[in-house]
C-alpha cells in the first residue's frame, strides 16, 4: 500500500512540473517587440484594454540584453533604455529591467531603476508593480 501511495504522489509532482514548465516562458521567448494590452487597479473587474488603457506602451528586446520602452501619453512619446538580466527565485524565473537612468516610466515597488516582471503563461509578460498598488500590465509579443 505504500509502493502505491509513494507511486500516485510522485506521479502528480512529476505531472505538475511538466505543466508547470510548459506554462512558462523562456529567455528565448523574450527577444523582440511586446505591446501593452491590458491595464488593471486593485479592484475586481476594473481591467481595461486598447485605446480605453490610460497610456500605450512597449517594449523591445534584442539578444544583446537590452531593451527599448516607448510609452504613448496624451499623444507624448517618451523612449527609455536599458539593460535586462534573468533572476531565478525558488518561485519562478523573473526577467529584471535596470534603467539607464531615473524616469517616470519605470514602474517599481522599490522606487530604484529596477522593473522586474514574470511570465504568466507562455506569451504574456506580466509587471509585479501591481504587488505594491501599482496597476496591473500585461504585455504580449
Same mark, same amino acid.
Given at each position: 500500500?505504500?509502493?502505491?501511495?509513494?507511486?500516485?504522489?510522485?506521479?502528480?509532482?512529476?505531472?505538475?512540473?511538466?505543466?508547470?514548465?510548459?506554462? $512558462?516562458?523562456?529567455?528565448? *521567448?523574450? /527577444?523582440?517587440?511586446? $505591446?501593452?494590452?491590458?491595464?488593471? +487597479?486593485? @479592484?475586481?473587474?476594473?481591467?481595461?484594454?486598447?485605446?480605453?488603457?490610460?497610456?500605450?506602451?512597449? /517594449?523591445? !528586446? *534584442?539578444? *544583446?540584453?537590452? !531593451?527599448?520602452?516607448? @510609452?504613448? *501619453?496624451?499623444?507624448?512619446?517618451?523612449?527609455?533604455?536599458?539593460?535586462?538580466?534573468?533572476?531565478?527565485?525558488? &518561485?519562478?524565473?523573473? =526577467?529584471? =529591467?535596470?534603467?539607464?537612468?531615473?524616469?517616470?516610466?519605470? +514602474?517599481?515597488?522599490?522606487?530604484?531603476?529596477?522593473?522586474?516582471? /514574470?511570465?504568466?503563461?507562455?506569451?504574456? =509578460?506580466?509587471?509585479?508593480?501591481?504587488?505594491? &498598488? +501599482?496597476?496591473?500590465?500585461? /504585455?504580449?509579443?
Amino acid at each position: 500500500m505504500k509502493k502505491i501511495i509513494a507511486f500516485v504522489i510522485l506521479s502528480i509532482s512529476f505531472h505538475s512540473c511538466i505543466k508547470e514548465q510548459e506554462g $512558462n516562458g523562456s529567455k528565448e *521567448d523574450i /527577444y523582440g517587440k511586446w $505591446n501593452l494590452v491590458s491595464m488593471s +487597479g486593485s @479592484r475586481p473587474n476594473s481591467a481595461t484594454t486598447g485605446e480605453a488603457m490610460s497610456w500605450q506602451e512597449s /517594449y523591445t !528586446f *534584442d539578444k *544583446d540584453s537590452t !531593451f527599448t520602452k516607448t @510609452r504613448v *501619453d496624451n499623444a507624448k512619446s517618451t523612449t527609455v533604455s536599458g539593460t535586462f538580466s534573468f533572476k531565478k527565485e525558488t &518561485d519562478g524565473e523573473y =526577467l529584471i =529591467l535596470t534603467h539607464a537612468k531615473k524616469t517616470e516610466l519605470i +514602474g517599481s515597488c522599490m522606487g530604484n531603476l529596477q522593473e522586474i516582471f /514574470y511570465f504568466s503563461d507562455k506569451n504574456t =509578460l506580466s509587471s509585479t508593480w501591481k504587488n505594491c &498598488d +501599482g496597476p496591473g500590465l500585461e /504585455y504580449k509579443k
